[in-house]
């Protein structure tokens, strides 16, 4: 079968198309004030990898540094979760699973802050927590 030109290059298009929706798929990307400022520091990140699974993250306690920028790569194995800071202006972020999703922030001050499932897993969903140490 012999296909025309203006037939090659829909078929280009479609390709091309199809590429880039694959591409972006695959990739979670947050843009927020704080990732803004991380982008124009010029800094390193911080990168931690955790593990979400039924029903626990781990670690479960993660350290960083104050005023340094932090990715987390968080990866869940099982089903979907979610992470949520409850005292920390970061987005709530869906994990789907067998994924592996990256929140991006920079801690502006010293202290503890608790992080937690933000999507119901399961019966064990309301023990998954976790603890980030800014120091």
Request: contains cysteine; neutral net charge.
């Amino acid at each position: 079968m012999r296909v025309n030109s203006a037939g090659r290059g829909i078929i280009v298009v479609f390709a091309a198309l199809l590429l880039v929706t694959m591409v972006l798929s695959g990739s979670s990307c947050i843009f927020s004030p704080q990732s803004a400022r991380q982008v124009a520091s010029g800094i390193s990140a911080q990168r931690i990898q955790i593990t979400a699974r039924s029903w626990e993250f781990i670690p479960k306690e993660v350290r960083v540094r104050v005023n340094i920028p932090v990715e987390l790569q968080i990866t869940s194995v099982d089903v979907d979760h979610g992470i949520e800071f409850t005292d920390l202006d970061v987005p709530l972020e869906r994990v789907p699973a067998g994924r592996t999703v990256s929140v991006r922030f920079i801690p502006d001050k010293p202290g503890i802050y608790h992080f937690r499932c933000a999507v119901v897993c399961g019966t064990g969903h309301d023990q998954m927590l976790g603890l980030l140490i800014v120091e």
